[in-house]
């Protein structure tokens, strides 16, 4: 039995749950040790099966939670180096595993495909995650979908995917211009419209899941976001995530 899990999803902190058997990943360590704990035993999900964590990137929302999670967890942290080098040094853990990007890291039962993708971080990675024969992919923080986000959505059977503004609430909204550019940028994050399109044109029929996340506060809204996915719900089930809380658990 597979199970994923939202912990936290949003520009407040980011963190994905895998779990195969006895044993578990986490992608990203956006909020902090104690909440990732606390949000995982809420759900009835073990710390103790976790064995290693993977960072997206070096913005805070994805990394700030590493260094307590190496230390108090005993778990392997996964970075590139130019992320190492990039990060907050109070962030980063004392011991740090640095995989290469569009290298796979095998641990225990899982295959890490790591890729690279656009948004303005030094060396951003987006990941799929191999085990038992299917396939999870953690895709957010991107501008726009390169060739390597929309092949690797097509080998998905669940997919937490960005879905992360409204382009009319952007617009309208209190963002300065210079954030809005920043946002709607190639290097950015994917609109509702975004996202929806990627599915459509690039999602295979074995995708199962599609979990929208980092869905922004400001410039979406849950059901704006579910709405663009409405053309969809014959073929797929597409849930929300949170930034509060652990969403609901998947199982595959």
């Known amino acids: 039995m597979i199970k994923v899990c939202a912990l936290a999803s949003g520009s407040n902190g980011n963190c994905y749950y895998i779990e195969s058997g006895d044993e578990a990943i986490i992608?990203?360590?956006?909020?902090?040790?104690?909440?990732?704990?606390?949000?995982?035993?809420?759900?009835?999900?073990?710390?103790?099966?976790?064995?290693?964590?993977?960072?997206?990137?070096?913005?805070?929302?994805?990394?700030?939670?590493?260094?307590?999670?190496?230390?108090?967890?005993?778990?392997?942290?996964?970075?590139?180096?130019?992320?190492?080098?990039?990060?907050?040094?109070?962030?980063?853990?004392?011991?740090?595993?640095?995989?290469?990007?569009?290298?796979?890291?095998?641990?225990?039962?899982?295959?890490?495909?790591?890729?690279?993708?656009?948004?303005?971080?030094?060396?951003?990675?987006?990941?799929?995650?191999?085990?038992?024969?299917?396939?999870?992919?953690?895709?957010?923080?991107?501008?726009?979908?390169?060739?390597?986000?929309?092949q690797h959505t097509a080998l998905c059977d669940c997919i937490f995917l960005e879905s992360n503004y409204d382009e009319q609430m952007l617009i309208k909204g209190k963002y300065p211009p210079h954030l809005k550019s920043r946002v709607s940028g190639s290097n950015g994050h994917l609109s509702n419209d975004q996202a929806a399109d990627l599915i459509d044109q690039h999602a295979s029929d074995k995708l199962k899941y599609i979990l929208l996340s980092h869905i922004s506060e400001d410039n979406n809204r849950g059901d704006i976001a579910l709405k663009a996915f409405d053309r969809f719900s014959s073929k797929h089930n597409v849930k929300l995530t949170s930034r509060y809380d652990a969403s609901e658990i998947i199982e595959l």
């Open 27 to 150: 992608i990203d360590a956006g909020i902090s040790r104690r909440q990732i704990v606390e949000r995982m035993k809420k759900k009835g999900l073990s710390p103790t099966k976790l064995k290693a964590l993977f960072i997206s990137h070096e913005h805070s929302d994805h990394y700030r939670g590493a260094k307590m999670v190496h230390s108090k967890l005993n778990i392997p942290v996964y970075l590139t180096r130019k992320t190492v080098e990039r990060g907050f040094f109070t962030m980063r853990p004392n011991t740090v595993e640095i995989f290469e990007a569009g290298k796979t890291v095998e641990i225990g039962s899982f295959k890490i495909h790591s890729f690279l993708k656009q948004h303005d971080a030094i060396e951003p990675c987006s990941f799929r995650v191999e085990v038992a024969n299917k396939n999870i992919g953690v895709f957010t923080d991107i501008g726009e979908a390169c060739n390597n986000v929309k």
